[in-house]
Structures are given as structure tokens and as C-alpha cells.
């Protein structure tokens, strides 16, 4: 090692060392606070909405079963009206999966991610099959074809394929679908509604263009208020994105800095509330890809590393102290709605009855026409 190396490191030790270290608690309830899991907000579903930096959203109920959770007094049609009064879209985004967004996040977002969907195209199975395409020629014919009418993937491909005789005509559409900004429309997406993907530009759903900006120092800044504090690592695992430290470098002197138990640098906006680690945190019920789990490299700040490979990518969980403690889906039969919670270990009274509490009211806020309905507990194992 040389003598520069190691009085460099020497001086990352010492900058180390006079960070704030944040425990995992610490971590935890700062997560919380900012997804507003702690305690139910008054603020709408579109404020709500754009607090997240938007909701993942495969699913088209996980959305409002996590406003439900997040949200007093929040009704399926406080959703449903903004996507179909186009204030609120679906559309593909970070990590190159579908996010429910407003408006304005639409705009300013997909410009800043439209490289992730380049490289996840790059690499899908669809790449190879895409070589030696006039991608521009392509992408100008695939948007026309949108503009004359909303399309299903499939319905889009007939005509490209007919266009490109030659070539796989899924993988065609499936170009245009990852490289030009479409919106899922509605019914697609509405509570209580089933309907296809069908897509349709996003610039002329909204009646606006997208940003020129494709700058990710604005998504960073959001990204840290609504799930810092965080590492690089954590904040390209959320967006997709790679190669962040050297902007976030270029931020630091507008962020605050500490560290975690780990020793690893964590950053964060000025003025964000870290709460007393000791905070009560009632149950929650988060649906399926909920980003509150899913927007860290490091999930251990609400997944405990003990029940990390009991909880799939996508599966709905329950959180209790604020921690991740197991599972719940509903089941319906004969006009009766079974919400069925697996807990990963033996819960205290006070805990239980909480938790049956929350449950009967997602049970009423999932299942309102329900002729009965009842709660079951079982173990994980």
C-alpha cells in the first residue's frame, strides 16, 4: 500500500468517525415518518401520491390498498378519479417497472429514468432479436400508431410486424414500449375494474411534453426526502440508475451525512425528521411491491435479516413495530372475505389485538360487499 493510499484512508477513517451513527431503529422509524407509516396523514391522495416520488404499481390494487394504509379516510375513488381525470398515470419508471405517478412526476421522472429502460432493454430477451433495427424509424412508427389509437402491446405488434416482416414482432413492440413514454390508460388500473394494458403517449394523454431535464439530481433530493437517510447503493438500487456518486458528490454540499452501524456513509436532506427510534408504530398492512421495502439495497431497516428469505419480492406483508413480521392475502368464497395473516412468530397480546383491529378495517376497506368477514392467523413455518 502507498503512503498516499493509506493516509487517504486514514482520513476516511477520521471522517468516519465524526459522522452521527445511526442505528438500525434509528433507520427504521426515519423510513416510517417519511412513508407515512407511522401515523395515518390528512394530506390527499395526490399529495400523498408525489410525497413517495410514486407507488410501484404491477398490480393495479396495490396502489390504493397502500394509500388505504398511509391515508385517513382514504376511498378507492380518491384514486380512481385521478387517473381518469389523467392527473395520476401508470406508467413504466424506476427500475424499469410500472409506477403510478401524477401528472407532473410523469413529466419530470421519465426523462431521468429513460436510460434504465434503454439497458433493461439492452439485456431482456427481447435485445438480441432488436439488432440492425432503425430504432429511430421504429420508435416514430410505434408513437404514430399510438397517437391514431390507444393499443394493447399485442394489438401494436400486428401492425409493426407487418411493417418489419422480418423480425420478431413482440420484440418490436416491445422496443417502443420500453423507449417511448406510454401511459397505461384507464379502465386499466380503476378499483374495482379489469381491463387489458392498453397504451397510449404519455405527452398526448397529459396535453403537455415531458422535461428536457434528465438531470437525476432533483429525483435524488425527493428520493432522500421520502426514504433517507440512504447510501449510494441504496439510491441506485431504487432508480435503476448507476454511476450516482459522482452526483451525488457534486450534492453533498447541500446534504447532510452520517453513518450507519456498518460503517457505510449515508446521506440525507437538511431539516428531515429522524424520530426517536422509541416511537410506537402501530401494525401496518403494505400490499404487494410496496416501495417501502423494496427502495434500499439494504432492507434490513424494515425487513429483519432473520425473515429476509421469507418474504418474496411482491408478496403483501405485514409490519409490526415496524418491522416486517409476516404475510396476508384475502380469500373469497360464497360472498365471505377470509383475511388470512401468516406471522413469522408468536406475537404479544397487545400486538395481536392491534393487528385484528387493522385487519377488520382492511378487511372493510378491501371487501365492503362482503357477506361475512372474518380474520385467520397462522404461523409462517
Known sequence: ?????????????????????????????????????????????????????????????????????????????????????????????????????????????????????????????????????????????????????????AMLAKPLGERWPNRDSRSLAYAVRSLVALVQIPPRGIWGESAQATLAPAESWLGRPLSRNSSPEKMILRYLAAFGPSTVADIQSWSGLSGLREIIEGLRPRLRTFCDECDRELFDIPGARLPDPKTPALPRFLPEYDNALLAHADRTRIIPHEHRTRVAIGSPTVLIDGFVRGTWKITRDRGAATLIVATFERLSSKDAVALRKEGAELLAFAAPGADTRKIQFTSAD
Open 1 to 153: 500500500m502507498s503512503r498516499r493510499t493509506s493516509t487517504q484512508s486514514a482520513t476516511e477513517r477520521n471522517a468516519s468517525r465524526s459522522r452521527p451513527v445511526l442505528g438500525l431503529r434509528d433507520l427504521n422509524r426515519a423510513l416510517l415518518e417519511r412513508q407515512l407509516l407511522l401515523r395515518r396523514s390528512k394530506m390527499s391522495a395526490n399529495e400523498a401520491i408525489e410525497r413517495l416520488v410514486g407507488m410501484q404499481a404491477q398490480l393495479p390494487n396495490s396502489p390504493y390498498v397502500g394509500l388505504w394504509t398511509r391515508l385517513d379516510r382514504f376511498l378507492p375513488n380518491d384514486l380512481a378519479s385521478l387517473i381518469q381525470n389523467r392527473r395520476a398515470v401508470r406508467i413504466v419508471l424506476m427500475r424499469s417497472t410500472i409506477h403510478l405517478v401524477t401528472a407532473r412526476d410523469c413529466q419530470a421522472l421519465w426523462p431521468v429514468v429513460r436510460l434504465v429502460l434503454v439497458r433493461q432493454l439492452q439485456h431482456s430477451e427481447f435485445g438480441p432479436k432488436l439488432a440492425g433495427v432503425d430504432m429511430k424509424a421504429l420508435l416514430k412508427t410505434g408513437q404514430a400508431l399510438l397517437e391514431e389509437k390507444p393499443r394493447t402491446l
